[in-house]
């Protein structure tokens, strides 16, 4: 691009129309004139330029007024023969006279290049790297040109300015020009070679700046308009690639792999460029519109992309190692494993083939793949059984998935792996220990203790003999098993008492304070404290420390002690640089203030100065921006505190690796309802800014969070206010069900929907569907209330779906450690056993549930009344009538057990008909079944308005039952209704 704007040079010398009395000066001036421009056509510069300096030595003096300005044509030539000398100076000097000197002050044949000198001083100014006169001058000839005789090309223009503001670090004002000439690279007539030299400078320019997001979407953008036929994008290959490695080598992993999507794949260009060559047969060339085909660069390219293909050396091989690192480095470990397997498939002969397996196995096992891993690990051992790598494959599987948190695919691997190791291996070593750290990480600390144990005694020498050890003993903290925790922490403490040697140590200090805590050795713990606090100030456990510190003083009833421990631990943290341990006592101070009505506006400067200063601490922000709610409010700052929260629910919702938004949209729906009303909140989540349609998830959080802001209203004393919720609440779940699909919902959401289906609408069976996605899900959070729902309706169905409902409660409370859990589930069993016909087992529940031992209280007439009728179904006839008996003499104020229990009762007695017999049996039993229904009748008339219609049709029942026994020989009948039991 030395000559973007090129029609400037003529082919012949123009004559020089210089009027003047002196013609044999004339005469020269034209002479040397011609010469000079004849030695410039034959690129002998040095003698062209030493003309020029002649003929302006001779004739400059007073040329403007003895030539005219025609004369600025020798300046202008001088200028352009300085150029190629690089002799920039002076190139510029000599533009500048030209434009300066030579204006043509509205004559047409004066000075050709007056203006046009504006465009060769502006490229001087560019070469000279001086962008910034560049620019200028080029806008300058934009403005002030003849559109009739100067000569635009606007593809150069935008081009070269593109260029200058890249020089100047201006990206966005760069990018802005680049994309104007790639749009109209037709009508402007913009050279691809020129283009990819803009975007060279584009790429440049951003890396140096760091500038992803400008790179990004200029290429996204501009896709199409970049987009280059195969056979000639074969010729930038080289240009393109080094694009696309130099913003990897930035670190802009997004814009390197949007600059090689730009390349078409390598077969493509071969069909091309064969295609060309066809196409041109025995020519040497073939001139095309706005290009021309030379057969042996077309024959060079062909060979280049045959030769990368054939050596494993395309671009596309780069390409997918680009794309395997952003994958990697977004968290997409899937989208990472299928770049190299798509190397390992494609590029067998690949110098990195290894890495390529290596990564494949590292992948496969972080997916939780084991069968995959070991199959992909068996290939690396075949192929490369001499490489460094083999012996740390199986171990690098189970490294990486622990490094990286991922325990539940660990503990796949590791389980299905443990059993093949060799004891004594340096793979059974690391299996042990990762599997029993595993287990204590995901909280299941009794199947961590024997593995933690075995690697103790198998491998007292193992270089993570000193991490197990202390595990061991944090594990028993975990467990609560406070005697044996301490005795182990004391002789771990013992044996790595250097704090250098033991990364640990400070871990253990706080572990050792929790078991004093828990034997109320208060003094001992606080001792333990103080250790941590002066021997280990940058340790992570530092913040723990402080809080079990503060939990220890504010148990001694030594509040201001607690509050004073956590501001001199702020002070030391921030003296040392400890950011994150002073952004935590900040939300510390607040919560512990915050908790005060009387002190909210203390908690205020320690959520200030957070903002101010840990901001970026993000695991904080949504914590304090909650904390904080309350606070704000109280100093009339609760706009702020609104808004900042609705920023960090914004965050989480876009965005769950941010945190759960369900805790901040729950005091940001509390805060916003508070301020605006319940209508306006429905609106609002409706229309949450940020939010678009497809985000179904996000969308169904904020409809169940607003709910549950309506559901608080449900204890208003105010009666029409209860009444509005109650309609609100039914109209959100009505809006929630028919806006999303159960697939669209998270699992938490699906249970609280098919439970409000299940329990408020007279379709029960439309809960269904939800708990059945629910339990799709496998989400172990949600699955036991997911089979309990599923259950509640099932087994009120078929043959079938009672056996499903009773095989989903036996696993809920088999498997549960929720002891509301496991008493629904007990409670289900017993109806569905029941609604089965299997009433022994039915009673077997029921007993279970009401045994003394069983802790269960809230089902307990439900439960009596189901015993009693499995005795009546099994023909028990004295065990159901004393069953049911308690059930109507405990409960007789809930008519929904008392009524049944009673109608029952007098129908088993009445068929039984005993006589009486003596005080055992003072009455008949159809003297004692009228008189207690009678009895029953009178007690709980008054509750009939109240009943439920099932119950009272019963009850009406037991009336009509009544005043049939009456009518008979059987029973004496009474003037007014006993007592119970007279």
Known sequence: MKHPLRPLLPALAMALTMPTAQGQAATGADAIHAEAVKAMESDRWEEALALFDRCIELHGKDALKKFGPAFGANWYRKGLCEMHLKRLDAAAKSF?????DFPNNGKKAGNLFHKRALVRWAETAQAADQPAEAIRLF?????????QNDPFEPGAYYLQLALCHFKLGQVPQGAENLETAVRNKSGFGAPDSGIVAGLQALVAAATAKKDERTLLTFFETNRGSLAMEPFEAATYTREFVKLATD??????DGAALSIFQLLPGSEAMEEDLRAKLAVMGDLPELPLPGRKLVKADLQARLAAVEAARREGNSHELLQLETTAAFH???????GTHAAFAELDARFPKAARRADYLFHLVRTSAALGDALAAEKEAARFSEEFPDSPKAGAVKRMMLVALFEKGEYEPCIKAATALLPKLADGSPEHDICLRVLGGCYEHTGRFDEARPLLERHVALYPASPYAQSVLYLQASNRVRLQQWDEAAKLLDAFIAKYPDAAANPYLGFALLDRAECHAAAKEDAAALEALARLEKDFPNSEALANGQGLKGDLLLRQGRGEQAEESLKQALAQAEKLGQREAAAEILLRLATLLGKDPKRLKEAVPYCDRYWKGYEDLAEFRGPMAMAQAEAFAAVERGKEALERLGKILGERLASPAAGSPEAAARVYARLYAKAHGLDELKRHFAEFPGLKPEDKQARATLRITAIEAVEAQLDSPDEAAKAKADSLIKTLFQELKAEFEPKDLPPGILVRTGDFLRTRTSAPRQALPYYEEAVAKKDAAVRFPALLGRAAVLAE???EERDTAIQDLQEVFD????????????????MARMKAGDFAAAGESALRYLAPDSGFQRLVPEVRLALARSYQERGMAEEALTAHARVWGDYGGATRVSVPAMRAWIQISWTRQLPASGAERPRSDRQAAYEEGLAFLERTRPLFDKMASVDQEAWLEIEKLTGEFAATTDVKPVAKPLPQGQ
Do not use: F, I, Q
Request: hydrophobic fraction near 25%; charged fraction near 45%.
């Open 815 to 830: 498997g549960t450690k929720d002891a509301r859990e496991k008493e629904e589930a007990l409670y289900w069993l017993v």
């Open 96 to 100: 500048e006279t030209c434009y300066r």
């Open 247 to 252: 913003s990897l080598a930035a670190g802009l």
């Open 328 to 334: 990697e480095k977004h968290g997409n470990l899937r």
């Open 797 to 799: 169905g078929s043959k």
């Open 139 to 147: 806008k300058k000839y934009l403005e002030e040109r003849d559109r």
